[in-house]
C-alpha cells in the first residue's frame, strides 16, 4: 500500500546522490538515484521520473529547465556543480522562495510519487472546526497536516488543535465528516518511562450536514461534553486497562488506533 509524508524542504538532508547507475550488465547508465532524509526517515529515488517529479515539486510554478539539470548531470565540464551540490542548492533555493513542504508517495521508503503541498487538493472549512474548539476549550487554534489511513489507502489531511492543560483536543477534516479525538501522554516507569500517547474518549466522526447550526451545532456539542470529561485528566488517578504494546501505526487504520489507545489504555470516558 502507498503511504503518504510530508517532508520538510529546509530540514531534508541529501545522503546519496548518484547520476549515473550500472544495468545488469555493468554498464554505466543516465539513470540517477538519490536518497534524502528527514526526521530519521529516508526515502529513496530511482530513475528520471521520479527525479523529475522531485524537481519539479521544488518549483510547481516555475519548473526547471530540463535542458541545463541534464548538461550538469550527464554533460559536466570542470565548472559543473556535483549532483549533491546541485540539488542541495536547488532545494535551499525553493525553500528561500517559500516552498516549505513537499509530499512523498511511497512504498516502504521507495517514492513514487512528488508533490508540493501547495498542488495538494485539500479540504478548506477546517477552520469553521477551528473556531468551534478554540471556544470551547479556550485555546489558541494549531493547524497542522496529518495522515489518516482508511480501507480506501492513507490521505493527507488538514487537523486543527486546542491544547488545554497538556490534553490536546484534535478535529481533522473527512471532507464529508469531521473525526474528533482526545490525546494525552502518561508516564509509568516500568512500562512507559518515556511516555505513552493515550485516547483519553472513544473517537468520533460526525456528518459536516449535521453541523451547520452555529453554536448549538451537533460538532459544538460533542466538543462540550468531550472538554468537560476530560479537562481535569491530568490531576486524576490515571488506571491503565492493559499494558499491551500497540501495533505499528502503519499497520491499522487510523480509527482502529485510536480505539486501541482508548479501549487499552484506560479512557476516561
Not at 527525479?51 to 550538469?72: C, E, N, S
Not at 512523498?104 to 468551534?132: C, F, K, P, W
Not at 490536546?168 to 505513552?196: C, K, T
Not at 452555529?214 to 492493559?242: C, E, H, P, Y
Request: proline letters at 5%; aromatic letters at 12%; a negative charge.
Amino acid at each position: 500500500m502507498i503511504d503518504t509524508d510530508i517532508i520538510s524542504v529546509g530540514a531534508m538532508r541529501f545522503n546519496t546522490t548518484m547520476p549515473l547507475t550500472r544495468n545488469k550488465k555493468g554498464l554505466l547508465i543516465q539513470h540517477p538515484y538519490f536518497s534524502i532524509s528527514d526526521d530519521n526517515a529516508e526515502y529513496h529515488f530511482n530513475g528520471k521520473d521520479v527525479m523529475w517529479a522531485f524537481l519539479d515539486a521544488l518549483f510547481p510554478d516555475d519548473p526547471l529547465p530540463r535542458g541545463p539539470v541534464k548538461d550538469d548531470l550527464w554533460a559536466p565540464t570542470m565548472e559543473s556543480p556535483s549532483m549533491y551540490q546541485l540539488f542541495t542548492d536547488l532545494a535551499y533555493e525553493a525553500f528561500t522562495e517559500g516552498n516549505e513542504y513537499l509530499v512523498l508517495y511511497h512504498t516502504d521508503g521507495v517514492v513514487s510519487m512528488v508533490q508540493s503541498l501547495g498542488e495538494v487538493a485539500l479540504h478548506n472549512d477546517i477552520e469553521r472546526a477551528g473556531t468551534a474548539l478554540s471556544q470551547i476549550v479556550k485555546g489558541e487554534p494549531c493547524y497542522s497536516f496529518t495522515k489518516y489511513r482508511d480501507r480506501k489507502g492513507t490521505h493527507l489531511r488538514r487537523m486543527v488543535t486546542v491544547y488545554h492543560d497538556k490534553i490536546a483536543y484534535e478535529i481533522i477534516d473527512l471532507g464529508a465528516r469531521w473525526y474528533f479525538r482526545v490525546v494525552s501522554q502518561v508516564f509509568n516507569a516500568q512500562y512507559w518511562p518515556d511516555g505513552e500517547s493515550i485516547c483519553l474518549r472513544k473517537p468520533l466522526s460526525v456528518q459536516k450536514s449535521a453541523t451547520k447550526n452555529g453554536d448549538k451545532s451537533l460538532l459544538s456539542s460533542m466538543i462540550w461534553q468531550a472538554f468537560n470529561d476530560t479537562k481535569g485528566f491530568q490531576n486524576r488517578d490515571i488506571v491503565v486497562r492493559m499494558f499491551k504494546p500497540l501495533p505499528a501505526l502503519s499497520s491499522v487504520l487510523t480509527r482502529e488506533y485510536d480505539m486501541l489507545r482508548w479501549e487499552r489504555y484506560g479512557g476516561s470516558a
